[in-house]
C-alpha cells in the first residue's frame, strides 16, 4: 500500500481553500506545473479522480471531498509531532504581532498548539495595525508579526491572500439607501483604499457612514445595519455576513497579507513562523 505524502496532501488542500490551482501554486510556493503534476500523482496514490473540470476551472470529485477531512488529520497529527520534537528544549521568549484579523480567527489555535509543544518559551503578543506592527518589527520590538501585504518585503516568510468580501449585518441594512454606506477604518488601510477605488471605477455613490481606529468599532456598525465593510471572510461572524447580490456591488481584489520575521529572531521563532504559514489558511 502506497502512502499518503504529507506535501501531495498540503498542495491538495491548498487547492481546496484557495480554490485554484494557480493560488495553491503560490501558496505552496510551486510552479502551476509542478502543482498539477502533484495533483496527479496523488490521484495515482488513491486510484481515484480528484479533481473534476468546473467552469474554467476545477471542483472536487466525490473522492476528492472524501479525501479533504483525511488530509487535514493527517496533516494534524504531522505539525503536533513536528512541534513535540522542535519544542522539547526550546526556551525564550517570541514577541508576535498581528492584525484583529487574525486574532480573532485562526490564530489563536496555533498558539495555543505552540505553547503547550513548547512549554519554556514564552509567547507576548501584540494586536495593532499593520503599520504599527511592520515599524515594531523593523525596530526589533517584534521577533514575527502578521501584516498587510501592499508590496514584497524581503523579511517576508510567507504569504496569505483571501477575497475581499462586502460584508454586512445579517439583517441587511436598517434602512435600503441609494448611496452606499460604508464602515471604514480610518486612513491609512489596505481595505478602505480597495473599497473606495472599487466603487469610483463603478461610478458607485457612497458616504462614510461609521469610521472607526478599530475592528471593533465597524463591527458595531455593521451589526446594528448602518453601514457595510470590506473585509474577509474571517470577519464574518457574530451576525455579519456576506452582502448579498441585491446591493449590486462591484467585485474586490484579493486580500494579501503576509508573515514577516526579524532577522534576529531565533529558532523558535522562524519554527513559529512556519507553523503559521502552513495553518493560517481558511478551512473551505
Not at 207 to 224: C, D, F, K, T
Not at 239 to 245: K, N, P
Amino acid at each position: 500500500m502506497e502512502t499518503l505524502d504529507p506535501d501531495l496532501l498540503k498542495t491538495f488542500l491548498a487547492f481546496v481553500d484557495g480554490g485554484s490551482l494557480a493560488k495553491a501554486a503560490s501558496t505552496v510556493g510551486r510552479t502551476p506545473s509542478a502543482v498539477t503534476a502533484q495533483m496527479q500523482r496523488l490521484e495515482e496514490i488513491v486510484g481515484e479522480p480528484l479533481l473534476i473540470p468546473q467552469g474554467r476551472g476545477r471542483g472536487l470529485t466525490p473522492a476528492g471531498e472524501d479525501l479533504v477531512g483525511h488530509a487535514r488529520r493527517i496533516l494534524a497529527v504531522h505539525t503536533e509531532a513536528w512541534l513535540a520534537l522542535k519544542g522539547a528544549r526550546a526556551g525564550g521568549r517570541i514577541a508576535i504581532g498581528t492584525t484583529q484579523d487574525f486574532a480573532d480567527q485562526g490564530l489563536p489555535d496555533l498558539l495555543r498548539a505552540f505553547a503547550a509543544s513548547h512549554p519554556r518559551v514564552r509567547i507576548e503578543l501584540r494586536v495593532g495595525r499593520s503599520l504599527e506592527l511592520g515599524s515594531a518589527l523593523q525596530a526589533a520590538q517584534l521577533d514575527l508579526a502578521i501584516t498587510m501585504r501592499h508590496a514584497p518585503s524581503p523579511d517576508e516568510a510567507a504569504m496569505i491572500s483571501e477575497p475581499m468580501l462586502w460584508l454586512c449585518s445579517e439583517k441587511g441594512l436598517a434602512a435600503r439607501q441609494e448611496v452606499v454606506p460604508l464602515a471604514l477604518l480610518d486612513s491609512y488601510c489596505g481595505f478602505r483604499e480597495a473599497a473606495l477605488n472599487a466603487l469610483d471605477a463603478a461610478g458607485r455613490r457612497y458616504r462614510i457612514a461609521a469610521g472607526s481606529a478599530s475592528l471593533a468599532g465597524l463591527r458595531s456598525a455593521v451589526n446594528a445595519g448602518i453601514a457595510l465593510t470590506p473585509r474577509t471572510r474571517r470577519f464574518a461572524h457574530s451576525g455579519i455576513v456576506e452582502a448579498s447580490a441585491d446591493f449590486d456591488l462591484p467585485p474586490l481584489p484579493m486580500a494579501d497579507f503576509a508573515i514577516r520575521i526579524s532577522r534576529e529572531a531565533a529558532r523558535p521563532a522562524r519554527d513559529l513562523a512556519e507553523l503559521l504559514a502552513g495553518g493560517l489558511a481558511l478551512p473551505s
